[in-house]
């Protein structure tokens, strides 16, 4: 493919974009979940080294303190051998096993200016794909080829239009004024990847930084909007409850039953009174106890979370859903323990780059209508990088419709030319 330097941001998209649309489908052949993404990784960082960028990998991305829910070591080798088998570079795949997946990747230009942070997640979700020929993937013959994993969150699709963007600044390198730095997240859907980068330091340097998603509240191709709302603050936990097993008819009351106070908890978590100042939400997803017949339960384990449109507000959820827990522990007789998995917290969007956004999104023909803002009504792993930056770097958050055929409506394509736009040749990228 040639190389398209000195050309705007629309046309080199259109020559790579047919490029950007097998990455897509590369991708979505070979998802694989949280703090698995070993193909993922070694796919996006052969091509950056390639194109010229600085790429860093395996511990130099991913503080090992912060890997919270990292799969056993037999899953992680497996997903290992099964990048491999898949057509993983190993000198790229090499450095992320163990699970520390994910790729920073910087360019710098030959002119002076700020660095560019743009943030990309990787993961896939813990889901079957329908093999059923009226979907797309299926009909087209790029369908998950992992059984249990699937990308039906788009971040497939984020990647690709990640790689289009960086392909466009590589082959623009003269012109670059500053830096572009790329971090490509993993475990987005577990919501602690992006503590993991921040822990080594991957966001002090920046002075702007780009997040996006696809598809969720628009939904007709060619609707841009960059004032996203609403975003949740989130919590999780792993809770376990220990208690003392017996045998259930000879010595009842010997025991110290850890499903009963899993189950009074979970009753319970569900009654906390809402708040009166937004929005709150609370849900157990697993629950787990017992052993067999007549055995009284010595351990019970679920895993739940809270939210809150403001982090006020979530940190009210939990801390009235400690109340619940031990007020069940006691009841009981248990011990129990409260492990954090995961925390998103609430951010915005910087007035600034929204207003630079949307004044270049009136300039391109895919776009058809900027929407004024939207809500977010859920939690996303991009808002700790704005939050536990010091220097709080200005944040844009983007969407757009994700269309299941990008390669026939131009999704792709509209997504990632309002990215090459916004980031690169207006004068928020400048030293003005």
């Known amino acids: ?3 398209t330097t000195g050309t705007s941001p629309k046309d080199s998209i ?9 990455w897509r489908r590369a991708l979505h052949r070979c998802p694989q979940p949280s703090w698995l993404e070993f193909f993922a990784t070694a796919f996006v960082a052969e091509k950056l080294a390639a194109w010229g960028y600085d790429v860093r990998l395996g511990r130099d991305v991913i503080a090992e303190d912060k890997q919270l829910l990292l799969p056993d070591a037999a899953t992680l080798q497996s997903e290992y051998d099964r990048a491999l088998k898949a057509g993983a570079n190993p000198a790229f795949l090499a450095p992320a096993r163990g699970g520390f997946t994910g790729v920073v990747a910087v360019l710098r230009g030959e002119l002076p200016g700020p660095t560019v942070g743009f943030r990309f ?33 788009g971040h497939d699709i984020h990647t690709a239009t990640g790689l289009l963007l960086a392909r466009h600044f590589a082959d623009n390198r003269k012109t670059l004024k500053g830096a572009v730095k790329f971090l490509f997240q993993p475990n987005e859907e577990n919501l602690s990847g992006a503590a993991a980068m921040i822990e080594k330091g991957h966001v002090d340097d920046l002075d702007y930084l780009v997040g996006g998603h696809v598809g969720l509240a628009l939904k007709e191709t060619g609707l841009v909007c960059f004032n996203i709302h609403s975003f949740m603050a989130l919590s999780r936990f792993e809770v376990a409850f220990t208690g003392r097993p017996t045998h259930a008819a000879a010595s009842p009351e010997q025991g110290r039953n850890a499903m009963l106070g899993a189950c009074s908890a979970v009753t319970n978590l569900y009654a906390i009174a809402r708040h009166s100042q937004g929005a709150t939400r609370i849900n157990v997803g697993t629950l787990e106890a017992g052993s067999t017949w007549n055995v009284i339960p010595d351990k019970a ?13 979530n940190e009210y959820m939990v801390g009235k859903a400690r109340e619940v827990i031990e007020g ?3 009841m009981y007789g248990l011990s129990v323990e409260m492990k954090p998995a995961a925390q998103a917290l609430v951010t915005e969007s910087s007035p600034e780059l929204i207003a630079v956004a949307e004044r270049v999104a009136k300039t391109l023909p895919s776009v058809r209508q900027i929407v004024p803002d939207a809500p977010f009504n859920a939690s996303e792993d991009v808002c700790p990088v704005r939050n536990t930056d010091p220097r709080r770097a200005p944040q844009l958050h983007l969407r757009c419709r994700r269309d299941r055929d990008p390669q026939r409506r131009g999704v792709l394509r509209r997504l990632a030319e309002r990215d090459c736009r916004v980031g690169f040749g207006v004068p928020v990228f400048s030293v003005n």
């Open 1 to 3: 493919m040639p190389r």
């Open 14 to 22: 259109a020559v790579h974009y047919p490029e950007a649309v097998e």
């Open 121 to 153: 997640d990787i993961d896939s979700n813990e889901v079957a794909e329908t093999q059923d020929q009226t979907h797309h993937p299926a009909r087209q013959g790029f369908i998950s080829q992992n059984p249990g994993y699937a990308h039906m969150c």
């Open 301 to 313: 384990n679920f895993r739940m979370e809270t939210r809150g449109v403001t982090n006020e507000l």
């Open 328 to 330: 069940a522990a006691r």
